[in-house]
C-alpha cells in the first residue's frame, strides 16, 4: 500500500465507524457499534504506527500533499491536504493509542447507558476530528479539526443531557472556547490577509521576509505583525488547551462521563494548543513579545491551578486541575522555545493522565459512580490492579526518576531555566513550585482513595471489587508507556534531532541546545536529577502528603482553619467562576434588562430586545393579511406589481 | 375615409362589449356581449384583410366556444349577485389601477411610436391574394415545431378534461355485459376440500 | 432531416407519452404499475438521448424555432433526471390515496416534453407553447385528488392566475413583436444591436410585461402569491414535481428571453431584477418564520431561493449565469428532497407536513434525520453542503459586478432565513416524537430520497465538476 493511501485510511477510518455507529445505530445493536468503531479506531492506530516508523524510525522525508481542493477563489485554494512529518506522526499515534484504549474502555463503563451507540459514534468522529486537525496541511483544515473536535466535545460534555449540570458545563466550555476561537480565527485572517495563502509550507516560507512589518490595529499604535497573529493564535489555543484565564470549561467538563475526560482532557483536545503552537514555531519564533506572553500565561497556569488542586473533594475534578497544571508547564515549554520538550511533555502526559483518568473511572465505577473521596479510602486491597496502575501514574505525573513524566518535565523546568526571555525567571520559579504542588495533591488523591480507613458505608463495601477486563486491560496497556516511553524519547526528543524540520527554533532562543551541552547520556541525566531540586521538591510533598492524610489526619482541618480565608479561595477557585457569572453573565443579562427597560419606556414596546421578533411578526402580519387566500386579491397584486415595474420601467420616458 | 369610419365604428362596438361583458348582471347576457366583442374584432379583421382569420374566429369562438360556454352558463344556473358582491367595493381602487395602467398603455402605444414613418402603410394585397394559401404555406415548413407543439397541448387538455371529470361512480348500478360474457367458473363457484364429518347427528336422530 | 435529429429526445418523449396514455387506458387497475415503470423507463432514455446528442456547438433548428445547445442540453437532462426521482417519490403517496393513477405519469411526461420545449426554445412563440404545455398539465396535475377542497382550490387559483401571467407575457411577446417584427430570439438581439431602433420605450415596455411573464413563473415577490396556496394545496406528490423540475425550466426561460434575445435591453431588466430579488429574499424569508406547514414553509423558501437565483442573472456575465445555471439545479435537486421527506414520513391518510410532524425524528430514524439535515443545512447555505456553494458562487458574481451593497443585502435574509431551517433540524434533534411509529415507506422511496440526500451532501464536497459543467454549458450556447 502506498504511503498515501496509508494517510487517507488513518483519519476516514474512524469516521465510517463514527457514521455506521450514528446513523445505522439501532441497526447493528450495542455489540455493533462497539465493533465498528474499535475497528475503525484500531485500524488507523496500526497505520499510525506504520506512519511512526516511517517517518520517525526510518527518517523519510515529510509528506506535504493536496488530497483535494475543494474550492478555488480569488486564487486563494480551500484545500484538504495532509502534512506528516514527526511532529504529526507522533501526535498520530498518540491520538489514535489512547482513543483505542479509551473506546475498549468504554465498553465496560458505558454498559448499561442508553445511549451506547451514540457515545460511541461520538469519540470515533472526535478522534476523525482530532486526527484532521493533527494532519492538516493548511490553517483552513486546521480551523475545521478545531471545530469538529469543539462541537464533538460539546456534545460529550452534554451527554447526559438530562442534568441541568451537564447542560451549563457544555454551555460554559462551548461559550468559553467561543471566546478563544475568536482570537484563532482573527489570526488566521490575519495571516490569509498578509500571506495571501492559508498553506503551511507558503506561509513559513514566506515569513522572514515580513519580519519587519507592523500593523496598526488601534489607530496610532503600531504592532508587530507577528507579535499579533502569534498572540491572537495563542488566544485560540488558551481556550482549547485551557490556559488562564480561558480555563474556567475544564473542570465543570468532568460532568460528561469518565472516558471522554480521559479522552479529551488528557489526550486530545487539550493538547490541540500545544500542537498548533509548536506547528506554528517558525511563527513563534519571530515574536519574542508573544513567547514571552505565552511564558507567562504557561507560568500562570502551571502555578495557580496546581493549587486549586488541593482543596478538591471530588477526584475527576484533582485530575482536571492537575491537567490544567500540567498544560501550564506544557505551555512553559512552548514560551521557552522548547517545542520538543513540550510536545515530549505531551506525549508522556497523555499516556500517564489517561492512565490516572480511567483509573479514577475505574475507582468511580467501584463506589457506583460516588465521586467524593471523603467517603473512599482503603481501597487497595478490593482493586490491586487498578491501585498499582494509579500509583504509576501517580509517580509518572509527580516526576519520580525513571518514570516518563520525569524526564519530560525536567526537560521543560531547565528549559525555562536557561531561558533569557523576560518574565522567564518568574516561570522558572513557578513550575519548579509546581513541582512540590503537585507530588502533594497527586499523592492526597492517592493516599485518601487507596490507603487509609475505609469511609464508605457498608452496603458500597460489600460490592466492591476489581474492575472487569474491557477496564482494567486499557490501565495496564497505558501503564507501560508511562513507564517507558520515558527512556524511549527522552535523548532523541529533548537532546537528538527527533523532530528534525518540523519544529524550528532560532538559534538565540535554542534552550534546550544550552540544556544539551551538559548531557552526558540518560542515566547521568537521571543521576543528576536525583540531585537536582524537582527532585527533592517532589519528595517533600510526597512525605507532606503522607504526613498530613496518612499519619496526623487531624492536621489538614487545623490548616484549613488557620488559613481560612486562603482556603476560601482556593475553594472559590480564585472567584473566576463568580467574577465571570457575575461580569459577563450578570453584565449580559444586565445590559439586556437595562435596554429591555430603555427600549420600553423610551421606545415603542421593545422595539430593541424584541426588536428583530417584533419586525419579523409585523411583516409576517402585514403579509399573511396580503396572503388573504382570495384569488382577486393576488391578481390584484399582480396588477400592481405591474403598473409599478411599468413606471419604474418606462416612467421617465 | 371610409375604412377609418369603419375601423371606428367597430372598434367602438367593441369596447363597449367588453366592458357590458364584465358589468352586466346575468351571465348569458355577458356571455352574448362576448359574442358581439368577437363579432367586431372579426370586422376588423377583415379591414386588415386577414380573411382567414376573421372567419376562423366567427366559426370557432361564436360558432363553437360561446355556444358551448352558453351551454354551460344555463345549466349550472350561476348566482351571479352573489359573485358580483364585492365588486362594487373594490370598484374605486380597481378603477384606479385600471387608468393608470391604460394611461401607461396610452403613453407608449400611441402614433407617436407606431406612426407611419415607423411603420409604413402596408401595400394592399391583389384581389386573388389567398390568406388561407399562405397560412398554409408557413404552416407546415417554416412554423412546424410550434404548430406541433400546438397540437400537443391540445392533446394534453382532453387529457386533463376527461382525467379531472370522469369518474367511474360506485353507487349506480347497471349491468356490464362485457363481464357477464367474460365471466368464469373459477370467479363464481369455489371448491373447499374439508375432512368428512363423522355420522354421529344422522344416527342420533334415526 | 437532421433538424428531427437534434430533437430527438424530445421526439422519443412525445412517442411515449402517447404510448403510455394507450396502455394506461387498456391496462387493468392491478397492472397500473406497468405504466410507473414505462414512464420511469421513458425518463431514463430520454435523458440518455440528450446527453448522447450534447451539440459541440449551438445548433438552430426548424427555421429558428427551437436551438439544441450546451445549456439546453445540461438543464434536459437534469430535468429528465429530477422528473424521475420525483415519479419514484410519488408512487406509495399515490397509490395510498386512491390517487395511483396513469394521468400522473402521462401529465408528468408532457410536462417534461413542455419543460424540455422551453428550455430549447429559439422563439418566442415556441417559448409560450412550451410554458403553456407544461402549465396545462401542472394545472390538472394539482387538481388530480379531485376529493381534496385545497387541491382544487389550489388548481383554480393556479389556473387563473396563470391564465392572466400568460396574458401578460404574450402582451409583452406581440410589443417586442411590434418594436423588432420578428419572434426569433436570435434575429431579436440582432435588431437590439444594430441600434437600428432610435427609441426603444416600446421595446422596454414589451419588456415590463415579459419579466411579468417570467417573474410569475419563477415565483418572484410580487408575483408570488400563487406559490404559498398550491404548493400548500396541491397533493404532495404533486408539489414535489412542481417545486422541482419547473424552476430549472423557468430558469432556462429567463435566459433565453433576456440574456439571448434581449440582451442588449440589459441595462433595463437589471434594475428590475434587482428589485425582483430583493423583494423575493425579503419577503420569502421572512414569511417562511411564521409558517407552522412544512409544505408552506418551503414554498416561501421558494420564493427566497428565486431572489438568489436571480442574483446571478442580474450580475449580467457569463459567469454569472453559470452561477445562476448552479443554483436552479441545486435548488430543484435539494427541494426536491425537502418535499420527498415528507412524501416519505407521510402515511395513507396522514400527511407529514406539519412541522411538529418532524419532531424527534433522531429518534424515530437516525439516518432520515440526518438526510433531512443535509437538506436542511443545504438549503439554508450552511458548508460543505451544495447549497453554500450555491449561495456562494451566485454572490460572487454579484460583488463581482460591483453590486457589494446587494451582496450585503442578500447575506442579511439568508442569515434571517437560517433560522426557519435551524428550527427544523432542532425539533428533530432536540425535541421528543409525537409519534414513535417507524418508517414505513417502501424500500424504492427510502432509497431515492437517501440518494438524493448523498447527491447534496456529495456535490457540496466536489462542487467542482457540477460548477464547471455549467461553465461549460454556457459557454457552448
Not at chain 2, 19 to 46: E, G, K
Not at chain 2, 168 to 176: A, L, P
Not at chain 3, 5 to 30: G, K, Q
Not at chain 3, 401 to 413: P, Q, R, S, T
Request: glycine letters at 10%; aromatic letters at 14%; proline letters at 3%.
Amino acid at each position: 500500500m502506498d504511503m498515501f493511501d496509508i494517510y487517507l485510511a488513518i483519519p476516514l477510518a474512524p469516521l465510517v465507524g463514527a457514521l455506521i455507529a450514528g446513523l445505522l445505530g439501532k441497526a447493528i445493536g450495542r455489540a455493533g457499534a462497539h465493533w465498528v468503531t474499535i475497528i475503525g479506531v484500531a485500524l488507523s492506530t496500526v497505520l499510525s504506527f506504520v506512519v511512526y516508523n516511517h517517518h520517525v524510525l526510518e527518517g523519510a522525508d515529510a509528506f506535504n500533499g493536496n488530497v483535494y481542493t475543494w474550492a478555488v477563489s480569488d486564487g486563494i485554494a480551500f484545500q484538504v491536504g495532509f502534512l506528516v512529518d514527526q511532529l504529526t506522526a507522533t501526535m498520530m499515534v498518540v491520538v489514535t493509542f489512547v482513543s483505542l484504549m479509551v473506546h475498549i474502555y468504554t465498553i465496560g463503563y458505558m454498559h448499561d447507558d442508553p445511549g451506547y451507540q451514540r457515545f460511541f459514534s461520538y469519540i470515533s468522529l472526535f478522534t476523525f476530528a482530532m486526527l484532521m486537525l493533527v494532519m492538516a496541511n493548511n490553517f483552513l483544515q486546521l480551523f475545521f479539526g478545531w471545530e469538529a473536535v469543539g462541537l464533538v466535545s460539546y456534545l460529550l460534555i452534554g451527554f447526559w443531557y438530562e442534568r441541568d449540570s451537564a447542560i451549563y458545563a457544555n454551555m460554559k466550555a462551548f461559550l468559553v472556547n467561543r471566546a478563544g476561537d475568536f482570537g484563532f480565527l482573527l489570526g488566521i485572517a490575519a495571516v490569509l490577509m498578509y500571506f495571501g495563502t492559508l498553506d503551511y509550507a507558503e506561509v513559513f516560507a514566506r515569513a522572514p521576509e515580513l519580519v519587519g512589518t507592523t500593523m496598526e490595529v488601534i489607530p496610532g499604535a503600531e504592532w508587530s505583525l507577528f507579535s499579533v497573529i502569534c498572540i491572537l493564535l495563542f488566544i485560540g489555543a488558551m481556550g482549547k488547551s485551557a490556559q488562564w484565564p480561558l480555563h474556567v470549561w475544564l473542570p465543570d467538563s468532568m460532568e460528561g462521563p469518565t472516558p471522554i475526560s480521559a479522552l479529551i482532557h488528557a489526550a486530545t483536545m487539550v493538547t490541540a494548543g500545544i500542537f498548533m503552537v509548536s506547528r506554528m514555531s517558525p511563527l513563534f519564533e519571530l515574536s519574542e513579545t508573544a513567547l514571552s506572553f505565552v511564558l507567562i500565561i504557561g507560568a500562570i497556569t502551571a502555578f495557580f491551578m496546581g493549587l486549586l488542586g488541593l482543596v478538591q473533594n471530588d477526584i475527576k475534578r484533582v485530575v482536571a486541575y492537575s491537567t490544567l497544571s500540567q498544560l501550564g508547564y506544557m505551555a512553559v515549554g512552548l514560551g521557552a522555545s522548547a517545542y520538543a520538550a513540550s510536545m515530549f511533555h505531551l506525549g508522556t502526559h497523555a499516556f500517564f493522565k489517561a492512565l490516572l483518568f480511567l483509573g479514577a473511572g475505574a475507582v468511580i465505577i467501584a463506589m457506583h459512580h460516588e465521586q467524593d473521596m471523603r467517603r473512599m479510602g482503603g481501597l487497595r486491597k478490593y482493586m490491586p490492579i487498578t491501585y498499582v496502575t494509579s500509583l504509576i501514574g501517580s509517580l509518572a505525573l509527580i516526576g519520580f526518576p525513571g518514570f516518563s513524566g520525569f524526564f519530560s518535565k525536567d526537560g521543560i523546568i531547565e528549559a525555562v531555566h536557561h531561558s533569557e526571555l523576560w518574565g522567564a525567571d518568574i516561570a522558572y520559579l513557578a513550575v519548579l513550585s509546581g513541582v512540590f504542588i503537585t507530588a502533594l495533591y497527586s499523592f492526597r488523591m492517592f493516599f485518601m482513595t487507596f490507603h487509609g480507613e475505609e469511609r464508605m458505608d457498608e452496603h458500597t463495601r460489600e460490592h466492591l471489587h476489581e474492575a472487569p477486563w474491557v477496564v482494567t486491560v486499557p490501565l495496564i496497556l497505558l501503564a507501560i508507556p508511562s513507564v517507558i516511553i520515558g527512556w524511549l524519547w527522552a535523548e532523541p526528543m529533548l537532546f537528538g534531532d527527533y523532530f528534525g524540520e518540523a519544529i524550528f527554533v532560532a538559534p538565540e532562543h535554542d534552550t534546550l541546545a544550552r540544556l544539551g551541552e551538559g548531557y552526558h547520556g540518560l542515566v547521568a541525566f537521571m543521576l543528576h536529577g536525583i540531585m537536582a531540586p524537582p527532585f527533592w521538591l517532589a519528595a517533600l510533598g510526597v512525605f507532606t502528603a503522607w504526613f498530613l492524610y496518612m499519619k496526623r489526619t487531624d492536621l489538614p482541618a487545623k490548616i484549613v482553619a488557620r488559613v481560612r480565608p486562603l482556603h476560601t479561595i482556593l475553594v472559590e477557585k480564585y472567584g473566576h467562576d463568580r467574577f465571570n457569572d457575575w461580569f459577563f453573565g450578570g453584565g449580559t443579562r444586565g445590559l439586556g434588562g437595562l435596554l429591555w427597560r430603555v427600549g420600553d419606556l423610551a421606545l415603542i414596546d421593545g422595539l430593541v430586545v424584541n426588536g428583530s421578533a417584533k419586525v419579523v411578526a409585523w411583516f409576517s402580519g402585514i403579509f399573511r393579511r396580503i396572503q388573504t387566500g382570495y384569488l382577486y386579491t393576488y391578481a390584484f397584486a399582480m396588477i400592481i406589481g405591474l403598473l409599478l415595474l411599468l413606471q419604474f420601467a418606462v416612467g421617465g420616458s | 375615409m371610409s375604412q377609418l369610419v369603419i375601423f371606428f365604428v367597430f372598434a367602438a362596438i367593441m369596447v363597449f362589449a367588453g366592458v357590458m361583458v364584465i358589468t352586466v348582471r346575468n351571465a348569458v347576457h355577458s356571455a352574448l356581449f362576448l359574442v358581439l366583442a368577437f363579432f367586431s374584432s372579426a370586422a376588423i379583421w377583415l379591414l386588415m384583410e386577414a380573411e382567414f382569420l376573421a372567419i376562423v374566429l366567427v366559426l370557432v369562438y361564436v360558432g363553437a366556444v360561446m355556444v358551448l360556454f352558453l351551454f354551460v352558463v344555463m345549466m349550472l344556473d350561476v348566482n351571479t349577485a352573489r359573485l358580483k358582491e364585492g365588486f362594487i367595493r373594490y370598484l374605486p381602487v380597481g378603477l384606479l389601477v385600471a387608468v393608470l395602467i391604460a394611461f401607461q398603455l396610452i403613453m407608449v402605444v400611441g402614433g407617436e411610436r407606431f406612426g407611419l414613418e415607423d411603420y409604413p402603410k402596408p401595400v394592399p394585397k391583389a384581389a386573388d391574394y389567398s390568406n388561407t394559401e399562405a397560412l398554409g404555406a408557413v404552416l407546415y415548413t417554416e412554423y412546424l415545431f410550434a404548430f406541433e407543439v400546438a397540437a400537443v397541448i391540445l392533446l394534453v387538455a382532453i387529457v386533463a378534461a376527461i382525467s379531472l371529470t370522469m369518474r367511474r361512480r360506485n353507487t349506480v348500478k347497471t349491468q356490464k355485459p362485457e363481464m357477464q360474457v367474460a365471466v368464469r367458473r373459477e370467479d363464481r363457484i369455489r371448491i373447499v376440500s374439508m375432512a368428512s364429518e363423522p355420522r354421529n347427528g344422522r344416527e342420533d336422530g334415526s | 432531416m437532421t433538424d428531427f435529429v437534434a430533437i430527438t429526445p424530445e421526439l422519443f418523449l412525445l412517442t411515449m407519452a402517447c404510448v403510455v396514455l394507450i396502455v394506461d387506458a387498456f391496462l387493468p387497475e392491478a397492472y397500473r404499475a406497468v405504466t410507473y415503470q414505462l414512464a420511469l423507463m421513458t425518463l431514463v432514455i430520454t435523458g440518455g438521448l440528450t446527453v448522447a446528442l450534447y451539440p459541440a456547438e449551438p445548433q438552430v433548428v426548424f427555421h429558428g424555432a427551437a436551438v439544441v445547445d450546451g445549456m439546453g442540453s445540461v438543464l434536459k437532462a437534469f430535468i429528465a433526471g429530477i422528473a424521475f426521482f420525483a415519479f419514484t417519490y410519488s408512487k406509495d403517496y399515490l397509490r395510498e390515496r386512491n390517487v395511483f393513477k396513469g394521468e400522473y405519469y402521462v401529465l408528468g411526461l408532457f410536462a417534461v416534453l413542455g419543460m424540455m420545449i422551453m428550455v430549447s426554445a429559439h422563439s418566442l412563440l415556441t417559448i409560450y407553447l412550451g410554458l403553456e404545455l407544461l402549465s396545462l398539465c401542472l394545472y390538472a396535475m394539482v387538481a388530480m385528488h379531485r376529493d381534496s377542497a385545497d387541491a382544487s382550490e389550489a388548481a383554480m387559483k393556479y389556473f387563473v392566475l396563470g391564465a392572466l401571467a400568460s396574458g401578460m407575457l404574450l402582451y409583452g411577446i406581440s410589443m417586442i413583436y411590434g418594436g423588432t417584427g420578428t419572434v426569433d430570439l436570435g434575429e431579436i438581439a440582432a435588431v437590439v444591436a444594430s441600434g437600428d431602433i432610435v427609441d426603444d420605450t416600446v421595446l422596454v415596455f414589451g419588456l415590463v410585461f415579459l419579466v411579468v411573464g417570467l417573474a410569475f413563473k419563477l415565483g418572484a415577490v410580487p408575483f408570488h402569491m400563487w406559490l404559498p396556496d398550491v404548493y400548500h394545496g396541491a397533493p404532495t406528490a404533486v408539489t414535489l414535481f412542481i417545486g422541482s423540475a419547473p424552476k430549472m425550466a423557468a430558469f432556462a426561460m429567463v435566459m433565453r428571453v433576456l440574456v439571448d434575445g434581449l440582451e442588449g435591453l440589459q441595462a433595463d431588466w437589471q434594475a428590475m431584477l434587482v428589485i425582483l430579488s430583493i423583494l423575493s429574499m425579503a419577503v420569502g424569508n421572512v414569511i417562511a418564520i411564521a409558517q407552522t406547514n412544512l409544505k408552506r414553509m418551503f414554498a416561501y423558501s421558494t420564493i427566497a431561493h428565486v431572489g438568489f437565483l436571480i442574483l446571478g442573472v442580474l450580475s449580467g456575465t457569463e459567469a454569472g449565469y453559470a452561477a445562476s445555471m448552479f443554483y436552479a439545479i441545486v435548488y430543484a435537486i435539494m427541494s426536491l428532497g425537502g418535499f420527498g421527506m415528507i412524501v416519505l414520513l407521510s402515511r395513507g391518510g396522514f400527511e407529514a407536513d406539519r412541522l411538529e410532524d418532524f419532531k424527534g425524528l433522531n429518534e424515530r430514524s437516525p439516518w432520515f434525520a440526518f438526510i433531512m439535515m443535509v437538506f436542511l443545512f443545504s438549503m439554508a447555505g450552511v458548508p460543505p453542503f451544495v447549497g453554500f456553494w450555491a449561495k456562494w458562487s451566485v454572490l460572487r458574481e454579484v460583488v463581482a459586478a460591483d453590486m457589494v451593497w446587494l451582496a450585503v443585502v442578500a447575506v442579511v435574509f439568508s442569515i434571517i432565513g437560517a433560522f426557519y431551517y435551524l428550527r427544523v433540524v432542532k425539533l428533530m434533534y432536540f425535541d421528543k416524537p409525537e409519534d414513535a411509529s417507524p418508517i414505513t415507506a417502501g424500500g424504492d422511496l427510502q432509497a431515492a430520497v437517501s440518494i438524493n440526500g448523498l447527491a447534496v451532501l456529495g456535490l457540496g464536497l466536489f462542487p467542482g465538476a457540477l460548477l464547471t459543467l455549467c461553465v461549460a454549458a454556457l459557454a457552448a450556447s
